[in-house]
């Protein structure tokens, strides 16, 4: 069983539309969590960290839920900018563990 | 942020060359780690390194090897390159302030021909 699990999708929403990832993970000792964004052919970078009582950014927010071991990523009023590929992310020690993605097109 | 530089964006070697990637930190971060990224299965940790010639299998290490001889520098080595290790290559360093965040380099494109 893989530690981070994602549906790879494709999400093609239309621009404006409300849009949530969602991702499971096996360890019960994972310790931190993040969403990175991933462009085409360019590295990872970090979105947002995510904390047990939830956190915003602007139009997205994450949230972590412990006892099912799951995190979710909402994206409201999609941009054509955030069309990427978002990587799940969960730390154990040193240990990071990554899902594969979920991609997302946002159309005109 | 952390400033990750990797050698190459492209390279092109041919089976059985020794290749080497290398990976510069520009802050005084002690862990670094490189990772393959492949279509369908994410990425996967190759080695890290925790300090200076300090290192650690992660979960794919056959095939190869790794250097820190200073604490910028993390080096990656194909000791004898096959067309399966054709991938995306990507270092990392470990921030440790505030939340513990991996910061990654643009990412070697590597092709085995």
């Known amino acids: 069983r893989k530690e981070v699990e994602q549906d790879p999708g494709p999400f093609n929403v239309p621009e404006g539309a409300t849009v949530a990832f969602n991702c499971t993970y096996s360890?019960?000792?994972?310790?931190?969590f993040f969403w990175y964004r991933q462009d085409c052919r360019k590295e990872p970078k970090l979105l947002m960290s995510?904390?047990?009582s939830g956190n915003e950014d602007g139009r997205f927010t994450a949230q972590l839920n412990r006892a099912s071991q799951y995190i979710s990523l909402l994206i409201r009023d999609s941009k054509l900018s955030d069309s990427a590929t978002y990587l799940c992310?969960?730390?154990?020690?040193?240990?990071?563990?990554f899902g594969t993605g979920t991609s997302l097109t946002v159309i005109p | 942020d952390v400033k990750v530089t990797q050698s190459s964006r492209y390279l092109v070697k041919r089976t059985g060359e020794k290749v080497f990637l290398e990976c510069v930190q520009d802050?005084?971060?002690?862990?670094m780690f490189w990772y393959r990224q492949d279509p369908g299965l994410g990425l996967r940790l190759i080695y890290f390194?925790?300090?200076?010639?300090?290192?650690e299998k992660g979960d794919i290490p056959e095939g190869y090897s790794v250097s820190r001889e200073k604490k910028e520098r993390f080096s990656l080595i194909l000791e004898s390159a096959s067309t399966n290790q054709t991938s995306m290559y990507l270092c990392?360093?470990?921030?440790?302030?505030?939340?513990?965040?991996?910061?990654f380099g643009p990412g070697t494109r590597l092709t085995v021909l």
């Open positions: 390194s925790y300090d200076v010639k300090m290192k």
């Open positions: 802050m005084d971060h002690e862990n």
């Open positions: 990392a360093v470990l921030s440790g302030l505030a939340t513990d965040t991996q910061y």
């Open positions: 992310v969960t730390n154990t020690g040193n240990q990071f563990y």
């Open positions: 360890n019960s000792a994972s310790q931190s």
């Open positions: 995510v904390y047990s």
